[in-house]
């Protein structure tokens, strides 16, 4: 699809609001140049996927959004407050689970809101109502190691959802699962993003992924990482997900990014 008409469809829907801004980031590892001087808007109540080669630093600035490591130079805002540290109005799913072995599903996702003082009444009520949603209900008084692979990472989403917060950070979160289970997650993810009103922000390696779970997809080039395009697959998103995998529109832009990151694999 050409970069025309996508632009022409964006330019048909009045512009979101931006609930987290990254403004000139840079990050330096001693004389590794991660990130430099990005820039990029994340639109709230919308899926941005982060996309590119491996080690471009797409983790890196998820991290430095969650507050979890600081920018060399460079701010980030969420909700126009700029990020000094980890805070309540961001949540992490992290690519390998981060379970706590010993605590049940239930007391897992309940973990958050447990650190925050939350009653137990009430951390498990609300616990309880994201186990449903994620589809793990009956495995309330399961342990982790009694789980599957997909079933884990589905009580880590959990748990990311029942703190409320408004930003979801989803560093690879379907990467360590199955085919088929991907594509469920894939559906399931969508309809979290049309039903909780969140602001999520995705890594993964996947072009296909990024464009079937995306409204925005911002192409990272090699380190030191900077922002090569932002794609906004709008005209896809809007015929919804049954058979989009064989639709034109999204073949096309798979190949168009594809196209532009083609040269910078090995």
């Keep these: 699809m050409s970069q025309i008409s996508l632009a022409s469809r964006q330019a048909a829907k009045p512009a979101a609001e931006i609930a987290v801004r990254t403004r000139d980031v840079s990050k330096n590892y001693g004389s590794v140049e ?9 639109p709230r109540g919308q ?3 982060l996309l590119g080669p491996s080690g471009c630093g797409k983790t890196t600035l998820l ?16 909700n126009g407050k700029t990020v000094t540290g980890p805070g309540p109005d961001r949540a992490f799913v992290f690519q390998d689970f981060a379970l706590l072995p010993w605590a049940t599903v239930l007391r897992n996702v309940a973990f958050g809101l447990e650190l925050r003082g939350v009653a137990q009444s009430e951390r498990e009520d609300i616990a309880a109502k994201y186990i449903r949603d994620v589809g793990l209900a009956g495995f309330e008084t399961s342990y982790p190691h009694q789980l599957s692979g997909g079933m884990r990472q589905r009580v880590g989403l959990a748990r990311a959802l029942s703190v409320d917060a408004e930003v979801l950070l989803m560093d690879e979160p379907f990467s360590a699962v199955d085919e088929q289970t991907r594509r469920k997650f894939q559906e399931d993810l969508l309809t979290l993003v049309a039903n909780e ?5 995705f890594v993964t390696h996947s072009i296909e992924e990024a464009v079937y779970v995306s409204d925005q997809i911002a192409i990272l080039l090699p380190r030191p990482s900077r922002v090569s395009e932002v794609i906004r697959p709008t005209g896809i998103r809007e015929k919804g997900t049954e058979n ?12 168009r990014i594809w196209a532009s990151l083609r040269s910078y694999v090995e």
């Excluded at 989009?244 to 190949?255: G, M, S």
Aim: hydrophobic letters at 40%; charged letters at 30%.
């Design 244 to 255: 989009i995998r064989r639709d034109p529109e999204y073949l096309d832009t798979v190949d």
């Design 63 to 78: 991290k430095i959004i969650a507050g979890l490591i600081p920018p060399t130079s460079g701010e980030v805002e969420v």
């Design 197 to 201: 009103n969140k602001t999520f922000i």
């Design 34 to 42: 991660a990130l430099k001087k990005l820039s990029l808007d994340f």
């Design 47 to 49: 899926l941005t996927s």
